[in-house]
């Protein structure tokens, strides 16, 4: 788990899923923060992916780079703490040019409660499956079912 999280850590544009309706909704973001298997965000009020993720807080990320992509997928909150909103707007150069202060951003996490990490580049390919809510580890081969292997953590 450790190595898709270090991915995340080294990749932090991710393609962003919401849904508005049933229909699915997705864009460029960027990774703010990362703690652990929490991953902080921040955006405008005015912005329909605000309005989407009041209605339905579930989303789901990609990123990839090299033959090695991740997925996750979780629930957002919206109660960061106003240091880590200060930490995130001071450390991000492009939102200093975008929003005048910090206070104009709403920030919001992202608890991963499923991880899968693909790696295409060896002969099998290999996929990882992480399930936080339970404690559980999969592992396989694109292109057929993983096992689980809750000793693997």
């Keep these: 788990m450790q190595t898709a999280l270090d991915f995340l850590k080294q990749n932090k544009e991710v393609v962003f899923a919401t849904n508005e309706g049933n229909q699915p909704k997705i864009r460029i ?8 298997t929490t991953l902080y965000f921040a955006t405008s009020s005015q912005k329909e992916v605000y309005r989407q993720l009041q209605k339905n807080p579930h989303v789901e990320i990609l990123t990839m780079a090299n033959d090695v992509s ?52 060896p002969t099998p390919p290999i996929l990882r499956h992480f399930n936080l809510r339970e404690g559980t580890e999969g592992t396989g081969f694109v292109g057929e079912r993983f096992s689980k292997n809750d000793n693997n953590r």
């Design 29 to 36: 973001f960027q990774i703010m923060r990362q703690e652990a």
């Design 70 to 121: 991740v997925r996750c997928s979780g629930k957002v909150s919206f109660d960061v703490d106003d240091k880590c909103r200060q930490w995130i707007y001071n450390n991000n150069p492009v939102l200093p040019r975008l929003y005048s202060s910090y206070d104009k951003l709403v920030y919001f996490s992202l608890a991963i409660e499923e991880m899968d990490y693909y790696d295409l580049r």
